[in-house]
Structures are given as structure tokens and as C-alpha cells.
């Protein structure tokens, strides 16, 4: 069974300190990950998706890393702004029709205070 | 990336009745996900739906309780049947999009009294 443990749960930063978000995944045969993010009372933004073992994948203060277990979302000096929750999902790469579903962590819920 | 219209955005309703929740694409495409957000909780898959044949539910969720409708490859709707307070979720849409992943809807918020 797919799993996906996203830490901390929650994270409280002040505006321009940089911290890193955990994924750790379990599937048979990965696919792709996502990383998302979630604004209160929103649907999930994609952020990044990345496909193999040492792929990074930036976008303004954000960059994304994969390993063969985890990933990393690292964020560089945050805003006030970037407060939301991420959320990280894994797709494996099975051939049967449920290839394309993704299994979602907990999310980690990130507060940056000006 | 596809662009997709959810509503109702929010609801409020009486335990026993139902709420259906459509998505509307503004491109045509093959597979559409229902998704339950629990209150504090992640993403949990519901059934995928494919147009012209039955939605495939995923293990705890069934058709009499979530059925879902795929009239065509831009449209699909989601219905809450006989609800209860356990109800009470976000309800998201969802579709793939290619390069840019998968892409949601804004969400139902849905509160069972």
C-alpha cells in the first residue's frame, strides 16, 4: 500500500528565516510527486511535479527535491504570503487503471509571521 | 492548465437529504476524481470517473451512498446521499492536466446539521 508522511505538521517561520518540508514516501514504483498548495477554503494548487531520484525543481522562493525516499520542499527568506499548507502526493506507476490516482500525506500547515 | 468551475461553493444541509456538487471543465477530458477533505484531514480519493461507463469507487466509499454521473468528457457531478453530521467535508473535483499535474476544483464545503 502506498503511504506518504508529510513533517512537521505545522510550522511557524519568521518572514525571511528558510526552512525545509519533509515528504516520505513508500510506493511500488513511483510515477511522479507532487507537491500542492493549499489556501483555507481552496482547492490544491500544483506547485511541482518531479519523476526521479535527484530531479529539483525551483519556482520563485520555492524548490522542490527528490530522493528514491523523500522529497524536499525548501523555502528560501518566505513571505507573510507563502503561509498555507503543502501538500505532497505520490502517484505510482502501476499499469492497471488505477495508475493515474494519487495518494496524498497530511500536508504540513506553514505560517510565516511578518 | 484546465480551468475548473465547482459549485456550490458551500452548503448547509439537513441530515437524511441529499447535495449534488458539479464540476464543469473547460476542456474535454478522460478521467475526472471526486476527492473528500476531511476537517484537518489530506486528500482522500472517492471514485474515479471515466465518461460512458461506471465511476470505480475506492474501498469505504460506494455507489449508493456517493453516485456519480459522466454525461460527457467536460462534466461530472458527485451526489451526497442521506446524509449525516460524519458528511460534513470539502468535496473536490479533479482532473489531470498533463504536465501540470493534476488541477482541482475550488472545493464544496459541505456542513450536515
Known amino acids: 500500500e502506498d503511504q506518504v508522511t508529510q513533517s512537521p505538521e505545522a510550522l511557524r517561520l519568521q518572514e525571511g528565516e528558510s526552512s525545509s518540508l519533509n515528504c516520505s514516501y513508500t510506493v511500488s514504483g513511483l510515477r511522479g510527486l507532487f507537491w500542492y498548495r493549499q489556501d483555507p477554503g481552496k482547492g490544491p494548487e500544483f506547485l511541482f511535479t518531479l519523476y526521479s531520484a535527484g530531479e529539483e525543481k525551483e519556482k520563485e522562493r520555492l524548490k522542490a527535491t527528490l530522493t528514491k525516499k523523500e522529497s524536499f520542499l525548501h523555502i528560501t527568506a518566505p513571505k507573510p504570503e507563502d503561509s498555507a499548507t503543502y501538500l505532497c502526493?505520490?502517484?505510482?506507476?502501476?499499469?492497471?487503471?488505477?495508475?493515474?490516482?494519487?495518494?496524498f500525506g497530511s500536508g504540513t500547515q506553514l505560517t510565516v509571521l511578518p | 492548465s484546465a480551468v475548473i468551475s465547482q459549485k456550490p461553493s458551500r452548503d448547509i444541509c439537513q441530515r437524511g437529504t441529499s447535495l449534488t456538487i458539479q464540476c464543469q471543465v473547460d476542456?474535454?477530458?478522460?478521467?475526472m476524481f471526486w476527492y473528500r477533505q476531511q476537517p484537518g484531514q489530506s486528500l482522500t480519493l472517492i471514485a474515479t470517473a471515466n465518461q460512458g461507463s461506471e465511476a470505480t469507487y475506492e474501498s469505504g466509499f460506494v455507489i449508493d451512498k456517493f453516485p456519480i454521473s459522466r454525461p460527457n468528457l467536460t462534466f461530472s457531478t458527485l451526489t451526497v446521499s442521506n446524509m449525516s453530521p460524519e458528511d460534513s467535508s470539502i468535496y473536490l473535483c479533479?482532473?489531470?492536466?498533463?504536465?501540470?499535474?493534476?488541477?482541482f476544483g475550488s472545493g464544496t464545503r459541505l456542513t450536515v446539521v
Open positions: 476542456s474535454q477530458v478522460t478521467m
Open positions: 502526493a505520490v502517484q505510482p506507476a502501476s499499469l492497471s487503471g488505477s495508475a493515474r490516482q494519487l495518494t
Open positions: 479533479s482532473v489531470l492536466t498533463g504536465r501540470y499535474g493534476y488541477t
